[in-house]
């Protein structure tokens, strides 16, 4: 019997040839979609999911309250791990990890031999990290990696670059960046094989290595410092809620003073590590994470791309009802029962989705390079040897068989033998409603995706082009990674301002739309600590503010040899209840206990700008005037050139003059401006490939449906062509149909797509109004799509030759 079931749906399909392909392509492509949406997904969900006992690994993260700002990081201060280790026995271990980014060495210059280049993403890391953490060692052992001063393991495609084919273990390398140069002893490699992890790092150093990691270790600060990310690991079957009601106790037996002096509230967290990739909301995370919803939504995408290709075969099966109707008779004649010929339609319902998953897998395997890219993800292969995999696919196949199938195979097994053999089956075979029905659905998900687009893109234009408040065109940007090159600024800047197109030349530890890493509470004189606004702050010298374009508003701005001066903006002018025309000439005090109280003048008032990315609203912020060069580790050069290959030139051999031995590279800072957005980029790749997708399936079923439609009506349009219509009057007369239904669809998409937008544009303080007009074009292209789709069958059947149609009658 099932043999005869394979046997009927084969021929049936190499019959309907151009009905197959239509359903195979569709189901192809959803299905292609589809997988690879939730391949996506699972790769999101599976961070840190390698590590040993992982579900007793915590991070500790802090909330900070400060004159009634809040902030929930994902930091701490370096005492607090270790001091949970010794307090309470629920602790098993603890390690502790900083970013070397956040204090100036953003990049190394590693050197073996004769080999030297800039690597970024170091972090310095206790002893005990790799017990905690599960990284595939190519080389070297997990257990004594760190464990020594002055050790270090690296990622394996910097092994590679420095050692080639060499064992890397053993092998001394130096290391130079802001903190001086040393010389580090390699104690294994790792790769990235074991899984993926919230620690990106190509560079894990021994905390116990001087500079900045013994700082670390010597730091006492319970309120302030908080830069450092300390996870504990604990104990088996230990209740972490109630182990995190301990610590308001703990935390006031070590840092009430601290806390007191400095009028702040702070509270620790304990955060599951497994859920640190998918939680958005903490500041300064190490890498970024991924909203659920967002994954939501690209699940629900996957499934309605899946339906979409459902509802093509539906819908093209149920067109086809004529044709195979008096097939049903016959065969119900010869004695078939209903659930005979249910089981055979869909039984050509699962063989379609299995030859559409046939193509959908080696698409996804020439595609996928396209779609990591798409996604800035790193799917791999190797997943076809995950049984995840085949029990998803197994589970599509199933459920797109059965959705696909099961309408069509009620609807034509239910048909009445006698009326169908004697050709009475008009009544039987309308299934108007629900086709129109299942076409409004396909552009109704069509719509809000375009919709999505149009929103996405006009949002990503605004950041583009909103005046930030500075001048970010024609700004290049050098780093000084190293003591070294620190030491050669000042000549490489005198040299720059030699150079015609260059206008001016400041010297910072930062650069604007770069996370500031430096705060301090300040208060006007009568106030204190506990009154004191947080304001974020970069230190610079006499240049900044014109080089950047920052407009004064009151007052003046740096000159030559100030000291103690600073440039506040509007924002901390208002907090701190001054008036911006009588604010210059006002002290500013602060004081972090031990070290006494002390003072700065402001200099002028600077007019609001956004020095961060549009997510954020304006933060009170400052300009610190230094003369002592050593704070400074960037270089802003406002330039104006239009010939950026030329100058560029020039300045690279005034470079490799002056700073000599350190590899010439640069930024733009529109370029590092527009990087902010990576995220919203990435959306809007994704929502574009998937919309795309959703459309050309659409499109496919219309298609389809447009064929069937004319060919039922060939003899109405043959007598219409002979009564004097013309070929636009009968298109218009084919096409009508499918304009009232993206008519309604976009009715009901607009309100969905309306809401779903507005969410998304919430996380952004700076943001564009949604308009009708957005909806409009929404609608008005997925009308071209459509008309373009049924035109084309319309038109071929509009010249048809009447004779041919009309010649039975």
Known sequence: MLKSYLKTAWR???????FSLINIVGLATGTLCCLY?????????????????????????????????????????????????????EVLQYTRLVNTDGFGAKQHLLRYKEKSFYQQDAVYVDSTFFDMFNFHFVSGNANKALAEPYTIVLLK?????????????????????????????????????????????????????????????????????????????????????????????????????????????????????????????????????????????????????????????MNLSTARASKRAKEVGVRKVIGA???????????????LTLIGVAVALPLLVVLLPYLNQVTHSDIRLTFFINYKLWVMLAGMVLVTGLVAGSYPAFYLSAF??????????????SAGGIRKTLV????????????????????????????????????????????????????????LKGLAEVKTVSNADNYLSQFVPHDHGVYTAGGNMATATDAQNINTDEFFAKANGIKIIAGRDFRIGDSSRVLINETLCKRLGLNP????????????????????????????????????????FMLVYQKDPQYFNVMVVSTDSKNYKSLLGKM??????????????????????????????????????????????????????????????????????????????????????????????????TPVAWWAMSKWLQAFEYRVNISWWMFALAGMLAMIIALVTVSSQAIKAARMNPVKSLKAE
């Not at 999101?44 to 802090?62: A, E, F, G, L, P």
């Not at 730091?219 to 830069?227: L, R, S």
């Not at 994704?686 to 795309?692: K, P, Q, Y």
Request: charge should be neutral; glycine fraction near 6%.
């Open 157 to 313: 495609p910097v092994a590679d670059k420095l050692f080639g084919s060499e064992d890397a273990v053993g092998k001394m390398i130096s290391i130079d960046n802001s903190f001086g140069k040393h010389d580090f002893k390699v104690m294994g490699v790792i790769d990235e094989s074991a899984g993926e992890s919230h620690i990106k790092a190509s560079i894990f150093m021994a905390m116990n290595s001087g500079g900045l990691g013994d700082y670390v270790r010597k730091n006492t600060a319970w309120a302030g410092n908080n830069f450092l990310y300390a996870y504990v690991k604990l104990r088996p079957n230990t209740n972490a809620a109630a182990l995190e009601k301990k610590l308001p106790e703990f935390l006031n037996k070590y840092g009430a003073d601290q806390l007191k002096a400095i009028g702040m509230k702070k509270a620790l967290h304990l955060q599951p590590v497994t859920s640190i990739h998918i939680t958005p909301g903490h500041e300064h995370e190490l890498t970024k994470t991924l909203d659920p919803s967002f994954l939501y939504i690209m699940i629900l995408v996957a499934v309605l791309i899946q339906v979409v290709a459902c509802i093509n075969f």
């Open 37 to 89: 949406i939730l391949l996506y997904v699972q790769d999101q969900y599976s961070y840190d999911k390698q590590h040993k006992d992982v579900k007793d690994i915590y991070r500790i993260t802090t909330t900070l309250e400060l004159t009634g700002d809040k902030h929930d990081g994902a930091a701490s201060s370096p005492p607090i791990a270790p001091a949970m280790k010794n307090d309470f026995g």
């Open 416 to 429: 009445k033998a006698i009326k169908v053999i004697k050709g009475n089956f008009t009544n039987h075979i």
């Open 581 to 620: 025309q009588t604010a210059p000439g006002t002290r500013l005090y602060t004081q972090y206990a031990p070290d006494p109280v002390t003072f700065v003048e402001v200099a002028g008032v600077m007019k609001d700008f956004n020095y961060n990315s549009l997510h954020m609203q304006v933060k009170p």
């Open 337 to 351: 029962d209903q659930g005979d010929l249910m089981k055979q339609f869909l039984g050509e319902s699962f063989m």
């Open 652 to 749: 690279e051999s005034l470079w490799r003059k002056d700073v000599i031995d350190a590899p010439f590279e640069y930024s733009f800072l529109d370029t590092e401006v527009q990087k902010q957005y990576e995220t919203e980029v990435t959306l809007s790749q994704i929502i574009n490939a998937f919309t795309v997708m959703a459309i050309v399936i659409s499109c496919l079923g219309l298609f389809g449906l447009a064929a069937f439609s004319a060919e039922q009506r060939s003899k109405e349009i043959g007598v219409r062509k002979v009564l004097g219509a013309s070929v636009t009057g009968i298109v218009q007369l084919l096409s009508k149909d499918f304009v009232k239904l993206v008519l309604i669809a976009l009715a009901i998409a």
């Open 12 to 18: 049936f399909l190499l019959k309907n040839k151009t």
């Open 440 to 495: 409004v659905f396909q552009f109704w998900l069509s719509i809000i995706l375009i919709s999505g687009v149009i929103i996405i893109y006009s949002q990503l234009n605004f950041v583009k082009n909103k005046d930030l408040g500075f001048d970010q065109n024609q700004k290049l940007i050098f780093n000084f990674y190293t003591a070294t090159t620190q030491g050669k600024m000042k000549n490489f800047a005198n040299d």
